[in-house]
């Protein structure tokens, strides 16, 4: 299994209601990655988390928490967004391998086929 | 800083005919450089990693030259299908961080 899955597809949400975001991989990944992406625009790193503990926070607005229940699964919780926070939101895994220099980032993502998240 | 740039930003050629795509990066310490396929509405998907002693590696109609000197990287699409109208993006590996290119926005018209 080489797929990385994300439920829902579609998601449309106004400024008061909570939902969350769920990706799920059973490539036995231990990094997984949460980015948004604009239009037209590439995808942007929001979080980072390595063996289910979050590693890398890209200065995300609180109202976007992430949470990594287990090795196959992560979850963004959505809260208070905004209008601008709408986006197509794309779930990644990756191996985490090591070379001479420590822990080293193959770049060999698989991504999922995103959350489209529009905020009313 | 680290920084990837990719041109053109948008691309139109007619199916059949080949096109290059550049990225040019400054990102150090460099790891690989990998050139993601990303059509629209979908997540990207990797189509070739070139480490330091890499020069060309092929994939099908895709060919990824490097030239660790220069920091240049280009991608050749051969034989243009229409299913190659997609978004393709340069991602800088150093080493933990990935620095993701602007992206060439390619449309294969009939």
């Known amino acids: 299994d080489t797929e990385v899955t994300q439920t829902p597809k579609h998601l449309v949400m106004g400024m008061t209601n909570k939902k969350s975001l769920k990706c799920e991989q059973h490539?036995?990944?231990?990094?997984m990655y949460w980015y948004k992406q604009k239009a037209k625009k590439p995808p942007e790193l929001m979080f980072v988390?390595?063996?289910?503990?979050?590693?890398i926070n890209e200065s995300v607005p609180s109202r976007f928490s992430p949470e990594c229940p287990n090795s196959s699964l992560l979850n963004l919780h959505l809260h208070a967004l905004q209008p601008e926070d709408s986006a197509l939101y794309l779930c990644?895994?990756?191996?985490?391998?090591?070379?001479?220099?420590?822990?080293?980032?193959?770049?060999?993502?698989?991504f999922g086929e995103g959350s489209r998240l529009t905020v009313l | 800083k680290n920084q990837v740039e990719q041109s053109p930003q948008s691309l139109i050629i007619l199916e059949g005919k080949n096109c290059t795509l550049q990225?040019?990066?400054?990102?150090?310490?460099?790891?690989?450089l990998r050139w993601y396929k990303q059509d629209t509405g979908r997540g990207p998907v990797s189509l070739t990693i070139?480490?330091?002693?890499?020069n060309t590696k092929s994939n099908g109609r895709y060919t990824a030259t490097l030239d660790a000197d220069t920091k240049q990287s280009s991608l050749h699409i051969t034989a243009s299908q229409l299913s190659d109208s997609a978004s393709y993006i340069c991602?800088?590996?150093?080493?933990?961080?990935?620095?993701f290119g602007t992206g060439t926005l390619l449309a294969v018209q009939p």
């Open positions: 070139m480490t330091f002693s890499e």
């Open positions: 490539m036995g990944h231990r990094a």
């Open positions: 991602v800088v590996s150093a080493y933990v961080k990935l620095i």
């Open positions: 990225c040019n990066y400054t990102v150090s310490p460099f790891s690989n």
């Open positions: 990644a895994s990756s191996p985490v391998k090591y070379g001479k220099g420590g822990r080293e980032n193959t770049g060999e993502l698989f």
């Open positions: 988390y390595s063996y289910e503990k979050l590693s």
